[in-house]
């Protein structure tokens, strides 16, 4: 392989914390194999969706461009759900993919995954790949049409309150999907690792390659085998809730809330017990010589922090917008630096490119965070950075944190030198740093921010109907 021309590997996880993680400062969650991982990588300290959820972030790593404002629903293509959130669509004709540059240069490219949204009805996430592998049965994939999971069950996943809701509907979907499972092998996570590692022992003829790693773990449904979760919280008699309900967490008592934070935290450790067995195979094929290797997530995930659970839109905190992102280069260039300047996940696009000898020759929102040739790890000049999550928005600096709907009416903003946990909002007793913030999104967004229009309850059904 000619000097300047690597194989690239991006491994995108699915709501993986940040601070559940130990090389960014977790003590009590087990990520022993990132954490290894990170000695080797340039390691970035502020690292941020420019919008979510989860397709909104894939369009943004995919293509290099922000997603964020959102374009009118007036202009998406019909039949796509948009409806449910702002910016989940497919990728649009004109936009050129990080997978085809690659083949355009003569890589080998594949996308494995278990994330059920790339490939849902209407998604065209797998466009420019040569093998694209999905691994059914996650969250609400119709992949079992039978109700093979009993009420007994169902039951011990339920409160009392969560009996009707979308955790109930949800649950009945997945559990019958993984009815059969007998062994850890047959997790998600593990079933993604594996086929990763037949991939490149298959492909070990390919001169270079793109391999795209999707593992939807640790997004809920957090349910990894038993051991993992008794790590985190043994001895526990009671409801196994392993699907939150969005929003305030008044479903659960404190009991089974710190319970269902392990279940979490258990997930977090199968995934990263998968990636450390993914990367003996990649030390023993010499990969590690040759291909740049990239772990992030799209965002992470809220588990009682300021009253919520879930990914919720108006709680654009810390625990869902810090994200890991963690890159290694084959000649260890920058190995265990920290970067602490701002990068967006739509910088992966461009980054991967250049560190791989790829020429894109597209016009992109992304810069190169890694510019190992000057030494000059991310030094992006970037003094905030902001993203937006359906109706709202949010700001940050080093001094300080800003969330607001669309419009800048429900205004919150946080002191982060004063109060870096974002308790006391004081949006009220500083209203012209809260408008001047909200200006900053404004500019970010291009002079405006375009009206969402409400979704209407037919189209609503209409998306569970096809969708759920």
């Known amino acids: 392989m000619p000097r300047g021309r690597y194989n690239v590997i991006l491994v995108m996880t699915d709501s993986l914390r940040k601070d559940h993680v130990g090389c960014y400062g977790n003590s009590w969650v087990r990520t022993p194999n990132i954490d290894r991982f990170a000695k080797e990588s340039v390691m970035y300290a502020k690292a941020y969706p420019e919008s979510l959820p989860t397709i909104p972030v894939r369009r943004a790593v995919y293509t290099g461009k922000r997603v964020f404002p959102f374009e009118p629903a007036s202009r998406v293509k019909k039949g796509t759900p948009w409806i449910v959130h702002a910016g989940w669509q497919p990728l649009s004709d004109e936009d050129v993919t990080l997978s085809e540059v690659f083949k355009a240069a003569g890589y080998r490219t594949a996308l494995i995954g278990d994330n059920y949204h790339l490939f849902e009805p209407g998604m065209n996430f797998n466009r420019g790949f040569d093998e694209w592998i999905f691994i059914r049965g996650q969250e609400w994939d119709k992949y079992r049409s039978a109700q093979l999971v009993s009420e007994d069950e169902l039951e011990k996943h339920l409160t009392p309150k969560l009996k009707g809701t979308s955790v109930e509907r949800l649950l009945r979907r997945y559990l019958s999907n993984v009815r059969f499972r007998r062994s850890e092998e047959d997790w998600f996570a593990p079933q993604t690792f594996r086929e990763a590692i037949r991939w490149l022992e298959e492909n070990r003829d390919a001169e270079r390659f793109l391999l795209v790693l999707e593992p939807f773990d640790p997004h809920e449904p957090w349910d990894p085998p038993h051991e993992f979760v008794d790590m985190y919280d043994p001895g526990y ?161 080093d001094e300080y944190w800003f969330i607001s709907d669309r419009e800048g009416k429900e205004a919150q903003l946080y002191d982060l030198k004063a109060d870096p946990k974002l308790q006391k909002n004081i949006a009220r007793e500083c209203p012209r740093l809260a408008e001047k913030f909200y200006r900053k999104i404004v500019e970010d967004a291009g002079g405006c921010l375009p009206k969402l229009e409400p979704i209407s309850l037919e189209a609503y059904m209409w998306y569970e109907q096809l969708y759920l």
Not at 301 to 311: A, M, P, S, V, W
Request: proline content about 4%; glycine content about 10%.
């Open 237 to 397: 008699q009671g409801k196994e809730v392993i699907t939150p309900l969005y929003g305030p967490p008044d479903y659960l008592s404190e009991r089974e809330l710190k319970h269902m934070r392990a279940h979490y935290a258990g997930e977090v450790t199968l995934v990263d017990k998968w990636f450390g067995i993914f990367l003996e195979k990649f030390y023993e094929l010499n990969l590690d010589k040759n291909t740049v290797l990239v772990f992030t997530s799209d965002h992470g995930h809220q588990l009682g922090e300021h009253n919520l659970t879930g990914k919720v839109s108006w709680g654009l905190y810390p625990e869902l917008m810090d994200v890991p992102l963690l890159i290694r280069h084959p000649e260890l260039v920058g190995a265990g630096e920290e970067v602490d300047e701002y990068v967006y996940n739509h910088d992966l696009f461009v980054t991967v490119c250049e560190l791989a000898g790829v020429e894109h020759g597209q016009k992109v929102d992304g810069i190169n965070v890694f510019n190992y040739v000057e030494r000059e790890f991310a030094r992006s000049g970037r003094s905030y950075v902001t993203s937006g999550f359906g109706y709202y928005v949010m700001y940050r600096d």
